[in-house]
């Protein structure tokens, strides 16, 4: 978010400037090399083109993944999916600050070994080849429901 503020300050700023000004030099410290203000504005330009080319190619689906609880706190969840008899995969997740409980009084309800549905947007960057994988971006849960308690005896093992 800074990067981008300062990014989009650097790109006013020279804006702003008129034409003539833009081919001067900024002045810099004795040890560093000069920059003009022209090819500052061409690179935040080209940054500024890359985030949005970027953008265009994000895409956000909704997904659910049912299984028990390996760990919870007050931003983040595993769940276990996937289990067969030589184990299971985990599924870390951030939960969003405004994440539904159902069947639960709230979060503080839900704990390890519970078997829980859990919805959560998940967003990615499109491959540009057929044969690569997505760059996954982020994964956030919006909706955790309460499917079955865990037994004490589960929680001791």
């Given at each position: 978010?800074k990067?981008?503020?300062l990014?989009?300050?650097?790109?006013?700023?020279?804006?702003?400037?008129?034409?003539?000004?833009?081919?001067?030099?900024v002045?810099?410290?004795?040890?560093?090399?000069?920059?003009?203000?022209?090819?500052t504005?061409?690179?935040?330009?080209q940054t500024?083109?890359?985030?949005?080319?970027e953008?265009?190619?994000e895409?956000?689906?909704?997904?659910?993944?049912?299984?028990?609880?390996?760990?919870?706190?007050?931003?983040?969840?595993?769940?276990?999916?996937?289990i067969?008899?030589?184990?299971?995969?985990?599924?870390?997740?951030?939960?969003?600050k405004?994440?539904?409980v159902?069947?639960?009084?709230?979060?503080?309800g839900?704990?390890?070994?519970?078997?829980?549905?859990?919805?959560?947007?998940e967003?990615?960057?499109e491959?540009?080849k057929?044969?690569?994988?997505?760059i996954?971006?982020?994964?956030?849960?919006?909706?955790i429901?309460?499917?079955?308690k865990?037994?004490?005896?589960e929680?001791?093992?």
């Amino acid at each position: 978010m800074k990067r981008m503020t300062l990014l989009l300050f650097v790109f006013a700023f020279g804006m702003a400037v008129s034409a003539g000004a833009a081919e001067q030099k900024v002045p810099a410290p004795a040890n560093a090399q000069p920059v003009s203000v022209a090819s500052t504005n061409e690179k935040a330009a080209q940054t500024l083109d890359k985030e949005t080319k970027e953008k265009k190619n994000e895409k956000t689906v909704e997904r659910i993944v049912k299984g028990p609880v390996s760990f919870i706190r007050k931003n983040s969840m595993a769940v276990e999916f996937n289990i067969d008899k030589d184990g299971a995969e985990d599924i870390y997740l951030t939960l969003d600050k405004s994440v539904k409980v159902r069947n639960a009084k709230d979060l503080s309800g839900i704990v390890q070994g519970d078997s829980v549905k859990v919805k959560y947007l998940e967003t990615y960057l499109e491959p540009k080849k057929k044969d690569e994988e997505p760059i996954v971006l982020s994964m956030v849960v919006t909706e955790i429901m309460l499917l079955k308690k865990a037994r004490p005896e589960e929680l001791s093992s």
